[in-house]
């Protein structure tokens, strides 16, 4: 494993639990020899990639990963306008929303939206889920063919309840009904309770690809509700799709999501 590798792998300790590591507990999580760890942490500490934590207790994010992420998200033209109609979509409905992105076989979180109603399902900008169980990581893999994500998935899955996809034959079965739909539901899989709708749009020309989501508790959302949700989300993809050049909002069974205006959700 070469040092851009165990850079990435000690980025991706950090969550939103995990804010701060230790020497220690680096090697042991990463199985890297105490000596070269404590060497490659104050390497990165050095370039700004790592800060030192107060009182020698180990070490978090540094300054420069934030200032990397502020000029990727305000040059990321897709990103910013999926956003734009993600907010009107969260005012219009009250539920919390998301804009997300693919990594390999996880979903990472970009931007995110609070809902005004009481019960609030939140994670924060940065937090990272599994792709297969998640209405936004399957939004995007239906993009991909069947042989793609095959080989993206040359393991076993993991599922973490039963309502997600136990095999990887189930998994292609969800994507073909969100290629054949145009959008994509979660419910129950990774956190009890908790529903999700996504739609995906591609920037053609960049190659960026989002995820538009909505999410909220499944026992307090009526089907019409969930209808709205639905429309709303599509109208979304083709309203940004459109803008970028993405061929999949153009097919002919969308056409009815791309007459309405927007502002409508109002």
Same mark, same amino acid.
């Given at each position: 494993?070469?040092?851009?590798?165990?850079?990435?792998?000690?980025?991706?300790?950090?969550?939103?639990?995990?804010?701060?590591?230790?020497?220690?507990?680096?090697?042991?999580?990463?199985?890297?020899?105490?000596?070269?760890?404590?060497?490659?942490?104050?390497?990165?500490?050095?370039?700004?990639?790592?800060?030192?934590?107060?009182?020698?207790?180990?070490?978090?994010?540094?300054?420069?990963? =934030?200032?990397?992420?502020?000029?990727? @998200?305000?040059?990321?033209?897709?990103?910013?306008?999926?956003?734009?109609?993600?907010?009107?979509?969260?005012?219009?409905?009250? +539920?919390?929303?998301?804009?997300?992105?693919?990594?390999?076989?996880?979903? &990472?979180?970009?931007?995110?939206?609070?809902?005004?109603?009481?019960?609030?399902?939140?994670? !924060? /900008?940065?937090?990272?889920?599994?792709?297969?169980?998640?209405?936004?990581? @399957? #939004?995007?893999?239906?993009?991909?063919?069947?042989?793609?994500?095959?080989?993206?998935? /040359?393991?076993?899955?993991?599922?973490?309840?039963?309502?997600?996809?136990?095999? %990887?034959?189930?998994? &292609?079965?969800?994507?073909?009904?969100?290629?054949?739909?145009?959008?994509?539901?979660?419910?129950?899989?990774?956190?009890?309770?908790?529903?999700?709708? #996504?739609?995906?749009?591609?920037?053609? *020309?960049?190659?960026? @690809?989002?995820?538009?989501? &909505?999410?909220? !508790? #499944? #026992?307090? %959302?009526?089907?019409?509700?969930? !209808?709205? %949700?639905?429309?709303?989300?599509?109208?979304?993809?083709?309203?940004?799709?459109?803008? =970028?050049?993405?061929? +999949?909002?153009?097919?002919?069974?969308?056409?009815?999501?791309?007459? /309405?205006? &927007?502002? *409508?959700?109002?």
């Amino acid at each position: 494993m070469n040092s851009v590798d165990n850079v990435a792998k000690v980025l991706r300790l950090f969550t939103p639990d995990r804010g701060v590591l230790s020497v220690t507990e680096v090697s042991q999580l990463l199985g890297l020899a105490k000596s070269s760890t404590s060497r490659l942490l104050k390497a990165m500490a050095q370039a700004g990639l790592l800060a030192v934590a107060g009182q020698g207790a180990g070490y978090s994010v540094g300054n420069l990963i =934030f200032e990397t992420s502020r000029r990727h @998200r305000a040059h990321s033209t897709l990103s910013v306008i999926a956003d734009e109609a993600l907010a009107r979509i969260v005012k219009a409905t009250g +539920h919390t929303g998301y804009i997300a992105m693919l990594d390999g076989t996880e979903v &990472l979180g970009l931007r995110m939206r609070p809902g005004s109603k009481p019960l609030r399902v939140v994670t !924060s /900008p940065g937090d990272r889920l599994p792709a297969f169980c998640s209405s936004t990581g @399957r #939004a995007m893999l239906a993009r991909l063919d069947d042989p793609a994500v095959r080989a993206l998935y /040359p393991a076993p899955l993991q599922p973490p309840s039963p309502n997600a996809p136990q095999t %990887i034959d189930d998994l &292609l079965a969800a994507l073909a009904t969100v290629r054949e739909k145009g959008w994509s539901l979660a419910t129950d899989e990774i956190l009890p309770g908790v529903e999700s709708i #996504a739609v995906c749009v591609d920037d053609r *020309e960049s190659g960026e @690809r989002v995820a538009i989501c &909505l999410s909220y !508790s #499944a #026992a307090m %959302i009526s089907a019409n509700e969930k !209808s709205r %949700i639905v429309t709303l989300l599509m109208r979304a993809g083709c309203e940004v799709g459109m803008k =970028f050049d993405d061929e +999949h909002w153009s097919a002919a069974r969308f056409a009815a999501f791309a007459a /309405p205006s &927007l502002n *409508e959700a109002a």
